[in-house]
């Protein structure tokens, strides 16, 4: 076996070594001074982002903890510290249980909604010869380019007792006993506000899943046609474990975002009635600390929706995770 060498042999000239450039040694390290610069010149590019960090997110956030040991109505000089006083009233206040009660229900029902109907016409519109998918994907997009407050007042319209698209439709086809007051009745509020997060939201997932999705190799589905998978087979088996990391990254992403949509259209749709009957945790902060004049109390519910918050996201990160497969 021949071996190719550098330097002819027989030849009697010695390799010379080249002068260190670039600041590294002859064995390839940086130099102190060449460390130290480039410690500088990174240090220098974080500060601005740091700072800004510090003083939009680390001092309110502080703020808000520290405020919620207090008594004060927002506006006058008199603040008084009460301790946990303000987390001991939240035990026996019926609304912020109730608004508690259904930022959980929306969260389930939107999540579970949006992310299955996500994940389904993702599948459909990736491997499936489905004609005009484009403008297909292109409708279900539009409304997440739509300002919140517009949707709002979309199907505010859609549910409007007398005019609405719905009751509309509903009298048209002579099926009068389905006409609801959609946003005036206590037992269906909920549910109307999370029909609308879901339309706004399924168009923007369904696009990140069919973005996943179209990464797989086609050698792979074809090998698993081959051994006899129909399309659910392959779907649960091949393209669900493939997808799992993106599926788990926007999940957690979609939990947290659902809840301040859910304020922002109950806030613009309803204002959380009837009764208090689609409140949920943002508007009843919003409520307490900037209607009621107890800001201190605002703080406190501002911090249990924090650790809230916080503590969905840990759980959801543990209980979806598992070693990643590759292709």
Excluded: H
């Amino acid at each position: 076996m021949t071996t190719l060498s550098a330097t002819p042999p027989g030849s009697t000239d010695q390799p010379t070594e080249a002068p260190p450039a670039g600041g590294r040694s002859r064995s390839g390290a940086r130099t102190p001074a060449r460390r130290r610069g480039s410690g500088r010149f990174v240090l220098a590019c974080l500060l601005p982002a740091l700072l800004l960090f510090t003083v939009f997110m680390v001092v309110p956030t502080v703020n808000v903890f520290r405020m919620s040991l207090y008594t004060w109505s927002g506006f006058s000089p008199d603040m008084r510290f009460v301790g946990l006083g303000n987390f001991t009233r939240l035990l026996d206040d019926q609304q912020f249980v109730r608004a508690f009660q259904n930022t959980v229900a929306l969260l389930v029902v939107v999540t579970v909604v949006t992310m299955g109907m996500g994940l389904f016409l993702a599948a459909v519109m990736t491997r499936q010869g489905l004609r005009g998918r484009n403008l297909y994907r292109f409708i279900l997009y539009i409304p997440n380019v739509l300002s919140v407050v517009v949707i709002a007042a979309v199907f505010s319209a859609v549910y409007d007792q007398e005019n609405g698209l719905l009751n509309g439709t509903l009298r048209l086809l002579s099926l009068d006993g389905l006409q609801r007051v959609w946003l005036g009745d206590q037992k269906i509020v909920l549910y109307s506000v999370a029909i609308a997060m879901v339309w706004q939201s399924l168009g923007y997932y369904m696009v990140l899943y069919m973005s996943s999705m179209s990464s797989i190799p086609e050698e792979l589905y074809e090998a698993s046609a081959l051994d006899g998978a129909s399309p659910t087979r392959q779907f649960f088996a091949l393209t669900l474990p493939l997808i799992w990391q993106s599926l788990r990254t926007t999940l957690t992403f979609f939990i947290m975002s659902a809840v301040n949509l859910s304020f922002v259209l109950v806030r613009a749709m309803t204002g959380g009635g009837p009764d208090g009957s689609s409140e949920v945790l943002l508007s009843y902060m919003y409520k307490q600390a900037y209607t009621n004049s107890s800001y201190g109390y605002g703080m406190a519910i501002g911090v249990v929706i924090f650790a809230f918050s916080f503590l969905v996201s840990l759980l959801v990160s543990r209980a979806t995770r598992r070693e990643p497969l590759q292709f």
